[in-house]
């Protein structure tokens, strides 16, 4: 499932980042691999998600939540 199937308050465990490698590695930067836990703080089908990641907010459009990879 991608990120932005998820709804607020769901925790899930990112399986993979389908990203060109200049943005894969910004988000790997930030602690967005796999493995990583996230809480959805905020989502909308039609925008950006809003999620916690090893203790930041993290902001994400829709086109990369789409490319992030998910599971419950």
Same mark, same amino acid.
């Given at each position: 499932?991608?990120?932005?199937?998820?709804?607020?308050?769901?925790?899930?465990? =990112?399986?993979?980042? !389908? *990203?060109?490698?200049?943005?894969? %590695?910004?988000?790997? /930067?930030?602690?967005? =691999?796999?493995?990583? !836990? *996230?809480?959805?703080?905020?989502? %909308?089908?039609?925008? /950006?998600?809003?999620?916690?990641?090893?203790?930041?907010?993290?902001?994400?459009?829709?086109?990369?939540?789409?490319?992030?990879?998910?599971?419950?």
């Amino acid at each position: 499932m991608s990120l932005n199937n998820m709804q607020e308050g769901q925790i899930v465990s =990112v399986v993979q980042v !389908r *990203l060109d490698s200049g943005r894969k %590695s910004r988000l790997q /930067a930030m602690g967005l =691999v796999p493995g990583t !836990r *996230l809480t959805i703080l905020a989502s %909308s089908l039609f925008g /950006a998600s809003v999620v916690f990641c090893r203790g930041s907010k993290l902001v994400l459009g829709k086109e990369i939540g789409e490319r992030i990879e998910v599971r419950l």
